[in-house]
């Protein structure tokens, strides 16, 4: 079974910080998504990485897909409340459905 | 307009009776999911469809099963429900891997 391992599994902070997420696994992704999900509603999709050593910038959110394609890293600049929500990463293994991690639940306030 | 909804959105049912959810997509896409999500286990996968009449068993598939007789819908049957199926239950959509998946806005279903 091919697992990918999110951290920090929570994460607080204070607006105007920065932070970084991690997803590993001891697999190699073809390729690999991040979500943010609002309470109360689906995941939303932020990004695709396909290459390794792919960087990708989307405002102030910067995704960075590991050379050997086995982690990810998602970066977030002087953070908002509107950051606020549960980051999950997604990679193609074999078959159809895609796997997900458990996520990292961010907390951004005042 | 959203390319996918779900219904209901919200469910409240007895122990031992069947419930359908429903999963509605105007995308054309080919792959269907169903998700459920519970803390501390994250999103896990239930079933999904690959086509018209195509479908294959998730990670938590017992209790469940599924139906898409076209490519636009989706359905999901609880077939007896029970507690432990109490959840957040999410449809998604997908063209594929590369492609990542559009989710629905969730139903929530509570069974007493």
């Known amino acids: 079974t091919q697992l990918l391992e999110q951290s920090p599994q929570f994460l607080s902070i204070q607006e105007g910080e920065n932070l970084t997420v991690y997803c590993n696994s001891s697999?190699?992704?073809?390729?690999l998504q991040w979500y943010r999900q609002e309470p109360g509603e689906g995941p939303v999709l932020l990004v695709t990485?396909?290459?390794?050593?792919e960087v990708k910038k989307l405002k102030r959110l910067t995704f960075q897909f590991g050379d050997a394609r086995k982690d990810s890293s998602l970066h977030i600049t002087a953070a908002q409340p509107g950051d606020t929500g549960l980051y999950l990463c997604?990679?193609?293994?074999?078959?159809?459905?895609?796997?997900f991690g458990k996520g990292t639940s961010l907390l951004v306030t005042p | 307009d959203a390319g996918i909804t779900q219904s209901p959105r919200h469910k409240v049912t007895e122990t031992g009776t069947p419930v359908t959810l429903r999963c509605h997509q105007t995308?054309?896409?080919?792959?269907m999911y169903w998700y459920r999500q519970d803390p501390g286990h994250g999103l896990r996968l239930i079933h999904y469809?690959?086509?018209?009449?195509?479908?294959d068993k998730g990670e938590v598939s017992d209790g469940y099963s599924v139906s898409r007789s076209k490519t636009e819908d989706f359905l999901l049957t609880l077939e007896s429900a029970t507690s432990s199926q109490t959840s957040v239950y999410f449809c998604?959509?997908?063209?594929?891997?590369?492609?990542?998946?559009?989710f629905g806005s969730g139903t929530r279903l509570t069974v007493v």
């Open positions: 997604q990679f193609a293994g074999s078959g159809y459905a895609l796997n």
């Open positions: 697999s190699v992704f073809s390729s």
């Open positions: 990485v396909v290459t390794g050593g």
């Open positions: 998604a959509i997908s063209e594929g891997s590369l492609y990542g998946y559009t």
């Open positions: 995308e054309n896409h080919r792959y």
């Open positions: 469809s690959y086509g018209v009449k195509d479908t």
